[in-house]
């Protein structure tokens, strides 16, 4: 009787809250939380008291917004009626982790959906889920390998002792109970919403056709980036899109595999990102590049998982593959050392054409991978598109300066121009003006544990072109 009682003043608190000032609402709010908090300290599987408490702890996360009140530098005292209570946090242990640098917006407030978010995953338990969106950009986003603008789960939560009021914010992704009131409950976790929420406010899936097309005005977007924070005991998983993509249209498979508590323990998940109308050794080659930049970076890594879409599967073929000089010897009629190349150019054409496995590569998903080849790109469509691509005027100048060394080959289709990503994924066999094809790439050894998942009836991709040797899963698909 004594806990309904608490709870309906925990309710007329929050009711009053609803048309008060900041200052005089936080007061209502804390209220709510400590008489909702006291149910549960003696009926802890109470859904009522657990939701009453989760709505009042962000609901002063919203007030202490608002009010521009700091209480992990400085306490404050909040008044309700005839209580009063002292509010203050733990101070942050870097700049990173101090709640002043961002806007904490409570998930409740928030929906995420879309093409990206058609199911919701999130884990019930105390606390108020948050995305802290950064109130500035970081300026060294590239050299550290981080989001441009962080966007990052947290979940507030709220001690009491007597009058005295501890707001803390709980990092999901390294915790999932905490202890509050004498008990030990689950934490609310939302990790889908942050994503969602950069997806919305930073629209990323716009760039995927016009990254295609001119990849050339769009060449700083390529970076290899992490979705959260660095972590040693965590092995890496990277995910590589394909062709007209972006990293959002692996947010679905992201947020599903958070969704599994042994995931979210062992693997942290970043991205590959490239404009998709380069030619897709040279995606690799800039990726190989970002690669070295992470071991540079986290010297004691886990050997990463890679992921890779269509295209992106043929990128991340290339990391387990040795090829040695092959490929270069299949453009040119001397080795890498006797071919008059210069700087610039050689440096280019050695990074994407002289190329072994990556030993920190562990292993590596297919989804939908042309290794054979796609039809498409060698049909009308193919064509089409690819008249489309802009050539960069880098490439321009690299193709002229080595287009007398090349190879002449009377079966290749010609080219006057360095070919672009659709012109890679050709299935025949060409070489000279074009690129050495996917089929014969494929004669390549691989050398990591390999899988891959390809759709029995996918209208780009067929099983035929996806085969690799490796373990396939087929899946069924309407289209």
């Not at 203050?88 to 700049?95: C, G, L, T």
Request: hydrophobic residues 40%; contains cysteine.
């Amino acid at each position: 009787m004594v806990g309904e009682q608490q709870l309906r003043s925990a309710t007329e608190h929050l009711a009053r809250a609803r048309h008060e000032q900041s200052s005089l609402s936080l007061g209502n709010n804390l209220s709510a939380a400590k008489l909702s908090l006291d149910v549960l300290e003696r009926r802890p599987r109470d859904v009522s008291a657990q939701r009453i408490y989760n709505f009042s702890v962000a609901r002063v996360v919203e007030d202490v917004e608002r009010a521009n009140l700091q209480p992990w530098r400085e306490p404050s005292n909040i008044a309700c009626g005839q209580e009063r209570f002292r509010l203050a946090a733990p101070r942050p242990v870097d700049a990173e982790h101090d709640p002043s640098r961002y806007d904490l917006l409570p998930i409740d407030t928030l929906k995420a959906s879309g093409q990206f978010f058609k199911t919701r995953f999130s884990v019930g338990g105390i606390g108020a889920p948050l995305v802290a969106v950064g109130r500035s950009e970081n300026r060294q986003f590239r050299e550290q390998y981080k989001l441009r603008r962080i966007y990052a789960p947290a979940t507030a939560i709220i001690r009491f002792s007597e009058q005295r009021a501890r707001l803390e914010f709980v990092d999901p992704l390294n915790v999932e109970r905490v202890t509050v009131g004498g008990r030990t409950f689950p934490l609310a976790i939302d990790l889908a919403t942050p994503t969602a929420t950069l997806i919305a406010r930073e629209r990323p899936e716009r760039l995927g056709l016009s990254r295609m097309l001119n990849p050339q005005k769009f060449a700083d977007t390529a970076g290899l980036t992490q979705l959260q924070p660095y972590d040693p005991a965590r092995t890496p998983v990277v995910f590589v899109h394909g062709l007209q993509e972006t990293p959002a249209s692996w947010a679905p498979m992201v947020n599903s595999l958070r969704d599994d508590p042994w995931i979210r323990k062992n693997y942290q998940f970043w991205f590959y990102s490239y404009p998709s109308g380069y030619p897709y050794p040279y995606s690799a080659a800039l990726f190989r590049r970002d690669l070295d930049g992470i071991k540079r970076l986290f010297p004691n890594h886990k050997r990463v998982v890679l992921i890779g879409h269509s295209m992106g599967g043929m990128i991340c073929r290339l990391m387990v593959t040795d090829a040695g000089d092959k490929v270069w010897r299949a453009h040119f009629s001397t080795a890498p050392g006797q071919t008059p190349l210069s700087g610039g150019t050689r440096k280019m054409v050695e990074e994407s054409l002289l190329f072994n496995h990556r030993p920190d590569v562990q292993r590596v998903i297919f989804i939908a991978t042309p290794h054979r080849g796609s039809r498409f790109a060698a049909g009308w469509i193919g064509r089409i598109g690819s008249a489309l691509v802009r050539t960069p005027r880098s490439f321009a100048s690299i193709y002229a300066s080595a287009k007398p060394l090349l190879i002449a080959d009377p079966a290749a289709s010609t080219l006057k121009r360095m070919p672009n990503s659709i012109d890679t994924l050709e299935p025949t066999i060409v070489s000279s003006n074009r690129s050495t094809s996917c089929r014969s790439r494929q004669t390549f050894p691989i050398t990591r544990s390999l899988e891959t998942v390809a759709g029995a009836t996918h209208r780009i991709v067929r099983m035929a072109s996806s085969r690799t040797g490796a373990p396939i899963l087929m899946v069924r698909s309407r289209n």
